[in-house]
């Protein structure tokens, strides 16, 4: 069990008031006050005791734990109010294109979800057998759905579904990665002709990225068939391609070199074919790349890369007529790695802050990602029944903690602001740093920035105070 | 673990489509077809086949068990529409009351959810320890409210928090009872001048149950210091004023004669003891009832009753003001469950359906419940700080469960619904009767009604078709 310290205390406590960013122990949220103390700051005693008292009993280990669990937060009202809006656009567009509303569980059979995730599936949080059936937690929503086609015998469905769900992954909340959170799902269930449901889930994650106005994003696709055949005619045996995609996959956060060494030294793959594989996987273009390889002697060859290429081609002259080949990306380093994949796959990433105002670039990886599984839902039909798929997760966590970076500073909403009260709040909440204007300062043309914790107090000229603080927020 | 047999299997096929109701095996519903064959029904061999196949298949216990969780459900489309639309009349009613929303995870540390609930803790679903912290899943949105108001040293808000929350209970899925659930918090914490807050809350379920045009209604409303007053000068040990609280309140689902045997037989109580507890329990009235108790030569002399009636008093001065009275029963056999309320407790229960088109009467139980909790919060602050909160909990389930009762015959939405596919819909979905209604039919003044399982038809004459179906869907 873990206990909280004093320092993650400070760090946990969140306002009820209008503050939008999650608590980060290294903040680098500001407090600005924009009234003026008529002499020194008030009691300070008042506030070191209280200091002291807090810092004592958080660590005093007598009172049961008092936080939420490893990868997960509260939300505040105006948290609540901010994912409101961004759920309300990510679902007006899914209406927009047709679909409808279902909910499942948060429950699953544990046996649903076995078998599904691959390498993942150690992060499935499992229920304690309490007597009666074996349960876990919902790993994605895309499991589900299939579940629910099989069991409803539904060969035909437009359906999206926003909710939760769970990984007992690594957190990483700065970069919106929680083990608890939204995902907002967009699937197309059924036979159509090829490749139209699969460029308008491509549609929708341009629709849903322009609308929230995120700044430049590339969405890279590619083919689990084009994969396969790269894989084979590098002679890698069928049974290793699953594994092969998990090792590729990590090319978006890891150099070649290291990707190539975990093939040779941990897959056991010859240098030889490695090395092949990527010249392949480091390719990425447009239709013009899709020509190139319909050409290569070697994977035109190949059925299942030729089948593959072939859609890609169909998909780009879609993504042709919707105008928006501009953002693709055919990429060959994207894998996904999840098992249930079976044909494209397509996974969005922002390429920079929209603007200037935010100082310190989050990295936030991909916003959206999905792909074809058309082998899923036969998983569940007692007669192997299969249903074509193809949907589009977005991923609603880590576009909320791009927007709540760019609400970094705060002030106190009250009629009459007593200085001493917001310095107390800002000791309360672990806010770092204190910016004061009051009149002298500004006949002065300065800021008075105030060290939280030290309580030290200096003048800043206004130009120079944004890389101030940026130096002193520097970890 | 639990598999699904062929009748189970057949009562879970839920279809996409426009139907409201949950799957019951033992199903009241009726499909309505507005289309007449032009000769006998087509190919009944094709039926069968698929109806053998089907039975086959599920019961041969090769495919994974193809079901949700017991005591959870699946919501379709519609289902979901329904439910959103009845989430936004209770949370409009919460917003014009000033409430601001707030969502916690739905996964809380284990130590925060122990020794809140009583008897209930068992029913709490724990996960599997897998390393890390020891979790469990929330059992209600107030215990985490509590959690949420001390972690952030919050005194004063006013929140409403709707949330799915989970239950290990047994499940009673025509009543509206499930294991996973939502809830529609409305809570108030903070000092004001007394029974004010208590009064709101009880007039937002008014106006609620009133919105929602679910007939007639009752609130019943007592005081945990009124009952422990009780207790008090029938000698029972304060250890046991609780456990005491646990078996009164289950005279609203058995005599009185079987709790007294409880108290008696189970929790060691004198039969005089158990006597003079039955004599104040059985009371119920209005403000003239409170008069009397005030009067009462043995409860006037205990502090904590006089406390709780002088309290009562005032509420219904408010509940007067407010022009409720109407719908308010000071009951003193209400006594709530959970081991948090300190103070005011209430319940809302539905007297009858509203109107004669349902046939079976639902027996959903209470729809909302609340009470004074003024102690919670102080369990979770360090120095043990107390922040007085009183709340109330819309049972948006059990609501819902009676209005899916109002829709229980559905028809194919198709342009052109042939009746075979109708007939292998019915077979395929577990409904047991259709109407069919041709021309022959209409000119004869009658209705065909087709049993689906045996497929004999019978004419009926039309007014006296509903006696018929209710005679046949009798259990």
Redesign the interface.
């Known amino acids: ?2 206990r909280m310290g004093p320092l993650a205390a400070a760090g ?5 008031g209008p503050r939008l960013g999650p608590p980060r122990p290294s903040g680098g949220r500001v407090s600005l006050s924009r009234s003026r103390p008529p002499g020194p700051v008030g009691d300070r005693g008042l506030l070191a005791r209280q200091v002291r ?2 810092a004592g ?2 660590g ?1 280990g ?9 990868g ?6 105006a ?3 901010l ?2 809006r961004l759920l309300a656009a990510v679902v007006t567009c899914f209406k927009r294109h047709g679909a ?10 544990r ?2 979800l ?1 078998g599904k995730y691959g390498e993942d599936t150690k992060l499935i ?6 007597g ?4 876990a ?1 919902r790993y994605d929503l895309t499991v589900p759905f299939a ?2 086609l ?5 060969t035909n ?1 437009k ?1 999206y579904h926003v909710a ?1 769900v ?1 990984r ?1 992954d690594n957190p990483a909340t700065t970069r919106g990665r929680y ?2 959170f939204y995902q907002c799902d967009f699937d197309i269930a059924g036979q159509f002709d090829p490749m139209i449901p699969d460029a308008e889930c491509l549609k929708i994650v341009h629709e849903i990225l322009s609308d929230l106005q995120l700044g430049d994003f590339i969405i890279k696709v590619n083919d689990r068939r084009i994969l396969n055949g790269v894989f084979a005619v590098c002679g890698i045996p069928e049974s290793k391609f699953i594994t092969m995609c998990s090792t590729v996959d990590k090319l978006d956060k890891m150099p070649w070199e290291e990707v190539r060494s975990e093939m040779v030294g941990e897959k056991g793959l010859s240098p030889e074919a490695a090395d092949h594989i990527g010249e392949y996987v480091q390719l990425h273009g447009g239709l013009d790349l899709v020509e190139q390889l319909l050409q290569d002697p070697k994977l035109s060859q190949n059925k299942l890369a030729k089948e593959g290429l072939g859609d890609m081609k169909l998909l780009f002259e879609y993504l042709t007529l919707f105008g928006i080949t501009g953002k693709i990306s055919f990429d060959l380093s994207l894998a996904r790695g999840l098992d249930y994949y079976t044909g494209v796959i397509f996974e969005a990433v922002l390429l920079q802050p929209e603007n200037d105002h935010v100082e310190e670039p989050v990295s936030v990886g991909s916003v959206a990602g999905g792909g074809r599984y058309d082998g899923l839902v036969g998983m ?4 192997g029944r299969k249903v074509p798929c193809v949907g589009v997760s977005i991923g609603i966590e880590r576009i909320f903690s791009i927007l709540e970076q760019r609400v970094k500073a705060e002030i106190l909403y009250k009629k009459d602001p007593k200085l001493l009260k917001q310095l107390q709040y800002c000791e ?1 909440t672990g806010i770092p740093l204190a910016a004061i204007i009051g009149e002298q300062e500004l006949t002065d043309g300065v800021v008075k920035l105030r060290d939280v914790a030290t309580r030290e107090e200096v003048d800043i000229p206004r130009e120079k105070l944004v890389d101030e603080i940026r130096r002193r927020l520097e970890p």
């Open positions: 069990m873990l946990r406590l969140l306002p009820a008292a807090a009993s958080a005093g007598r009172s049961p734990a008092l936080k939420t669990p490893k997960t937060r509260d939300h505040p009202p948290h609540v109010a994912r409101d409808a509303a279902i909910d499942t569980p948060v429950l699953e059979l046996e649903t076995t949080y499992e229920l304690q057998d309490q009666g059936e074996l349960l937690l579940r629910y099989a069991m409803n015998k539904i469905m359906r939760k769970y007992r083990r608890e569940f039909d007692p007669k309360d």
